[in-house]
């Protein structure tokens, strides 16, 4: 069953004086995708590490339905994360990557040998990439890469799947094919997925809905045309002016 | 000006060979000659000659004689203490620097920078003044030395107490060596472990320690070879009782103050084996090093 | 070995008291970030790992010095580091050392550079035999030593032959020290030496230097600190060095004897107070020139930026 995560009134400072986070609030419903966009500083990522349990907030509070996330550890959460330079252990195999988190459970419910194999298998057929299972990520493409990163948070089950700036590190013509195919996977698999980017096209062409982030706080949550059409301020309607010049609206998920 | 090719000069050699398209970054084939020959030289005057003269009596003395020293009770028993000491030390520093390099590189905390520098001090201070401050705690007049007296611990004069400064001398060898390869590694992986349900024993062996672990084995190779060979810190605590608290290194000076020359060498070839065998080692675990580490480049992650 | 660059890492300053919050709001963030900022498991036993044997191994025996120092009191102190014998002492030490540093950081520099510069045969065996008195046990080293430079040596004969002694005065102890310190200089300058990129160099060189020139204007400046970095290295391992140094030293009061010998002799005659007040002397060097260290390193970040 896809999870709802509730972020109320978040404040995140770090050392150094710096306030990622200055109340942000938004409410993601169960299985959307959901983009957060905004420039750079503006807080999109820290949130997600905070969603994710790597980095603890000063103040407010994280749901994910009706349990508190911030009093499960890290590795309660159950979160999927695919970082943004896809964090692969260089020293295992694809087929050991992916199968790392369900090796990692305790024994008491951690799953066969076998049905990890088939997990793994049909995971990285999902993702299709069927052969490559026995390679390392060193030989892989970037391309490659993060979709066996995709595979190994899939394989967990996550509550939520959360990707950090997933296509960043790859080039236009990659993270172009790669956008439309994780809608596709988001769309077979259900989970509540919530990514960060910085590229408006990104966000307003696959997510449900985006939440404009600008210096610590949510400016806008909705869906892409909502927020091209009904821009709540010069900013929102300023950020989105490329994306708005484009007559076409055809490609945008609706 | 001659046309100039700007090839990586490392993968071309210089100095054996002519390139006319270079510049003269080298000063020609005559100061190349002249510079490698002094260098080579000095190296193998200063360095080579010492560990050629250790060897040399080896050599000119016969098997009967070699043997005979090699078996002799004492220099058998000094070879026991040695071995005993450095499966006490490396080990027990092996795990303390481990330690210390998971907090130092994962947390941040203050007196971070304090601590390390506290952990360095082993490395700067004199093996005599090392060997001092144990017997000024445990010795005869020192601060615990009644105490122990009245309960019949014997530490200094004993195995307890060479085990005790062979600790304080490598104390921060493995230390050293993992704090700035882990710095380099970060913290993603343990992070992306740590998301996919693994616990922190798992993350360490599984995932951290396989990074780290030519590091761990180069700096446990050095506290090795310091453990072993380490002679002053020992020579202060130990009594220098034959058969019983001397090590190698003690075994040694003991049969040259003895002017027998001749075994105190042969003895002496056996650490400097271990020390040739220390360094073939070390060039081996710096070769697959760098292999492991150009095979899968670090990739910082820039949060 | 790699220079103590440890203690050149920066330390994250604690959470900074932001003026727009309430003071109980501040506090309450900041105790809430110290409980559960550690992501990552293992703090509490690592940390407690590291400060309990650091206490027990190195802390705890270091304070009986100066326990000890303290008991001698400050004239009893005065007294004993005054007498000619350690004063004549720690100066051998220091000045041998010196001596042998100052001729280590010209020929490590010398090195360092062939190493890195040129390719020919027998390189990697050069280039891993620096390491060989850092591997090599100190009693073993120092009887070898004397064996090679003693008057009936391949070496020691023929600077007899020249009217130089080179075994059992500060000569031979100078000696000792530069086959010691030498490692410490190479070790040093030969990072900082590899990172100095080709093109630099060319740069020079097609603006018409000569290579001395690009030595001197390019190289050498680039180079100085870890020059001067690895230099004290090699000053602090000699004044403390005791092993190596004794076989071939001659060990003669007010001659040639060094003060970790001195120390030495003092806990054989049970002299604990005199013992310790040298200990403390040579302790305080040390750290004196460990500061010295951590200052050049720091400095030599910032003017250079070296990573």
């Known amino acids: 069953m896809p999870v709802g995560v509730t972020v109320d009134h978040i404040q995140k400072q770090f050392a150094g004086g710096f306030r990622a986070l200055r109340g942000a609030t938004l409410e993601i419903k169960p299985g959307e995708l959901l983009a957060l966009l905004g420039p750079s500083g503006s807080g999109k990522t820290t949130l997600l590490r905070l969603i994710a349990g790597l980095e603890v907030a000063d103040d407010g509070i994280i749901r994910f339905d009706d349990v508190d996330a911030q009093s499960l550890t890290l590795r309660e959460r159950g979160i999927g994360f695919v970082f943004q330079h896809y964090a692969l252990f260089r020293h295992m195999s694809v087929f050991e990557n992916v199968a790392f988190g369900l090796r990692s459970r305790p024994r008491s419910t951690r799953p066969s040998s076998e049905a990890i194999k088939n997990r793994v298998n049909d995971l990285l057929d999902l993702m299709q990439l069927p052969d490559i299972g026995h390679r390392f990520p060193a030989q892989l493409s970037g391309g490659q890469r993060q979709r066996v990163a995709l595979a190994r948070a899939l394989a967990i089950e996550p509550r939520v799947l959360l990707l950090d700036e997933p296509f960043g590190a790859l080039d236009a013509k990659v993270r172009h094919d790669l956008r439309k195919w994780l809608r596709h996977i988001h769309d077979k698999t259900g989970y509540t997925t919530i990514f960060v980017t910085h590229d408006q096209d990104e966000a307003l062409e696959i997510a449900d809905r985006v939440a404009i982030f600008r210096t610590g706080q949510v400016e806008q949550i909705g869906t892409p045309r909502d927020l091209l059409n009904h821009p709540v301020n010069n900013f929102v309607s300023e950020f989105l002016a490329e994306t708005k010049q484009r007559s076409d609206y055809s490609t945008l998920a609706s | ?303 | 070995m790699r220079p103590i660059s440890l203690m050149a890492v920066p330390l994250t300053s604690s959470i900074s008291r932001n003026s727009e919050t309430r003071v109980t709001t501040a506090k309450r963030i900041h105790d809430t970030q110290m409980k559960r900022s550690r992501v990552i498991p293992g703090f509490g036993l690592s940390l407690g790992i590291v400060l309990t044997s650091l206490s027990l191994i190195v802390l705890i025996p270091l304070s009986a010095l100066v326990f000890k120092a303290a008991g001698v009191g400050p004239s009893g102190f005065w007294y004993i580091a005054s007498s000619p014998r350690v004063i004549k002492a720690l100066h051998v030490s220091f000045e041998t050392s010196l001596f042998a540093a100052l001729f280590n950081a010209p020929v490590g520099l010398l090195i360092a550079f062939v190493l890195h510069r040129y390719r020919f045969p027998g390189r990697a065996i050069l280039n891993a035999a620096i390491d060989l008195p850092f591997a090599l046990p100190t009693a073993v080293a120092g009887i070898s030593l004397a064996a090679v430079y003693g008057p009936h040596g391949p070496l020691g004969s023929v600077f007899a032959g020249l009217g130089i002694k080179t075994a059992f005065n500060p000569t031979g102890i100078t000696i000792a020290l530069i086959f010691i310190g030498l490692p410490f200089v190479v070790r040093t300058v030969q990072p900082v030496i590899d990172e100095i990129e080709r093109e630099t160099e060319e740069a020079a060189a097609l603006l018409g230097a000569t290579p001395f020139r690009t030595f001197l204007s390019i190289i050498f400046p680039a180079i100085l600190p870890a020059l001067l970095t690895g230099f004290a290295l090699a000053l602090a391992r000699g004044v403390g060095e005791y092993g190596s140094v004794i076989f071939i030293a001659g060990n003669l009061p007010m001659i040639s004897e060094i003060a970790p010998l001195l120390i030495v002799i003092k806990l054989e005659e049970f002299d604990y107070g005199g013992a310790t007040v040298i200990g403390t002397l040579m302790l305080v060097i040390s750290f004196a020139l460990l500061f010295g260290i951590n200052l050049l390193e720091r400095s030599a970040r910032k003017h250079f930026g070296h990573d």
């Open chain 2, 1 to 303: 000006m001659t046309e100039i090719q700007l090839k990586d000069p490392m993968r071309d050699p210089i100095g054996w060979k002519k390139e006319d398209e270079r510049p003269r970054l080298d000063g020609g084939p005559i100061v190349a000659g002249l510079l490698i020959s002094l260098t080579a030289i000095l190296i193998i005057g200063i360095i080579g000659l010492p560990l050629f003269a250790v060897f040399a009596a080896v050599l000119t003395a016969g098997a009967a004689e070699i043997s005979a020293t090699l078996t002799d009770p004492d220099t058998l028993a000094a070879l026991r203490l040695t071995l005993l000491i450095a499966a006490i030390a490396v080990p027990t520093n092996g795990l303390i620097g481990l330690a210390a390099a998971w907090a130092v590189t994962k947390y941040e905390f203050p007196g971070k920078t304090l601590l390390m520098a506290l952990i360095d001090i082993p490395f700067s201070v004199s093996p005599v003044v090392a060997g001092l401050v144990y017997v000024l705690l445990f010795g005869a007049q020192g601060l615990f030395g009644s105490w122990l007296d009245a309960h019949n611990i014997k530490i200094i004069f004993a195995v307890p107490g060479i085990a005790l400064a062979t600790l304080f001398v490598t104390f921060p060898f493995v230390a050293r060596e993992l704090i700035p390869l882990m710095q380099a590694h970060g913290k993603l992986d343990e992070e992306a472990a740590l998301t996919l349900g693994a616990s922190g024993w798992t993350v360490l062996f599984r995932i951290t320690l396989p990074k780290a672990k030519w590091g761990l084995l180069y700096g446990l190779l050095l506290c090795n070879a310091r453990a072993m060979g380490e002679f002053g810190a020992v020579s202060v605590v130990s009594g220098h009782i034959r058969g019983l608290t001397n090590t190698l290194p003690l075994h040694v000076e003991v049969l040259y103050n003895e002017y027998q020359f001749k075994a105190s060498f042969i003895v002496a070839s056996l650490l400097a084996s271990l020390a040739l065998v220390t360094l073939i080692l070390k060039s081996a675990v710096e070769y697959f090093g760098r292999d492991a580490e150009a095979t899968n480049p670090i990739i910082e992650a820039q949060n």
